[in-house]
């Protein structure tokens, strides 16, 4: 957790890699978080401004290489997210970006990252992934799905192609996954109603 309400934004340790690095002003909560712990790498979900915004100050402090999707590399690296038009893009434009930071491995469906699997689940960013653990049902889904008031899909505005994520939305429900972690919210140990509301 790396805001006020709790789960609002949520960075992962996965083993000795951390998925995710919420907003440049979790700099310091994180960094007091990771310290004396062993990281060998960096991890993330997709290239929006609260998930990267840490990741600079985070491979810098720990000399660990940054990972992600490998069609939203280019984004981090420049520190340019990719949003959808009209209103979102004027959001977007308006808030603070993040110190960019170059991608050194762009991780495609399949890859490996920590005993997880990447899923390539586009829509919303060009590039988003989602890492599962098939053997305990464990999905890390970013920002696929949000749980913060309610469950369900992150608002259409601030997404790349809102239908796509429908999509990525119902293929991940169909793992039934057994414990869900989110970008934003809580976590959730209920694949029937992440099913549901996919559906």
Request: aromatic letters at 6%.
């Given at each position: 957790?790396?805001?006020?309400?709790?789960?609002?934004?949520?960075?992962?340790?996965?083993?000795?890699?951390?998925?995710?690095?919420?907003?440049?002003?979790?700099?310091?909560?994180?960094?007091?978080?990771?310290?004396?712990r062993r990281l060998a790498a960096h991890v993330?979900?997709?290239?929006?401004?609260?998930?990267?915004?840490?990741?600079?100050?985070?491979?810098?402090?720990?000399?660990?290489?940054?990972?992600?999707?490998?069609?939203?590399?280019?984004?981090?690296?420049?520190?340019?997210?990719?949003?959808?038009?009209?209103?979102?893009?004027?959001v977007v434009s308006r808030m603070r970006m993040?110190?960019?930071?170059?991608?050194?491995?762009?991780?495609?469906?399949?890859?490996?990252?920590?005993?997880?699997?990447?899923?390539?689940?586009?829509?919303?960013?060009?590039?988003?992934?989602?890492?599962?653990?098939?053997?305990?049902?464990v999905l890390l889904c970013g920002d696929v799905?949000?749980?913060?008031?309610?469950?369900?899909?992150?608002?259409?505005?601030?997404?790349?192609?809102?239908?796509?994520?429908?999509?990525?939305?119902?293929?991940?429900?169909?793992?039934?996954?057994?414990?869900?972690?989110?970008?934003?919210?809580?976590?959730?140990?209920?694949?029937?109603?992440?099913?549901?509301?996919?559906?």
């Amino acid at each position: 957790m790396l805001g006020r309400p709790p789960h609002l934004v949520n960075a992962y340790l996965v083993e000795d890699v951390l998925v995710d690095a919420g907003t440049p002003a979790a700099r310091r909560r994180l960094t007091r978080q990771l310290d004396g712990r062993r990281l060998a790498a960096h991890v993330v979900t997709h290239a929006h401004p609260d998930h990267f915004g840490a990741s600079h100050a985070v491979c810098d402090r720990y000399g660990v290489p940054l990972w992600a999707g490998r069609k939203d590399a280019e984004a981090i690296a420049t520190a340019t997210p990719v949003t959808g038009s009209g209103f979102a893009a004027a959001v977007v434009s308006r808030m603070r970006m993040p110190a960019p930071h170059p991608v050194t491995r762009g991780l495609v469906e399949g890859d490996e990252v920590a005993g997880f699997t990447v899923l390539d689940v586009p829509g919303h960013s060009p590039g988003h992934i989602a890492l599962w653990r098939d053997h305990d049902g464990v999905l890390l889904c970013g920002d696929v799905f949000v749980n913060v008031l309610r469950l369900g899909a992150p608002p259409k505005f601030l997404s790349y192609d809102d239908v796509r994520n429908r999509d990525a939305m119902r293929r991940l429900a169909e793992l039934r996954p057994k414990l869900v972690l989110f970008g934003h919210g809580p976590p959730l140990r209920d694949p029937d109603r992440l099913r549901r509301l996919a559906g």
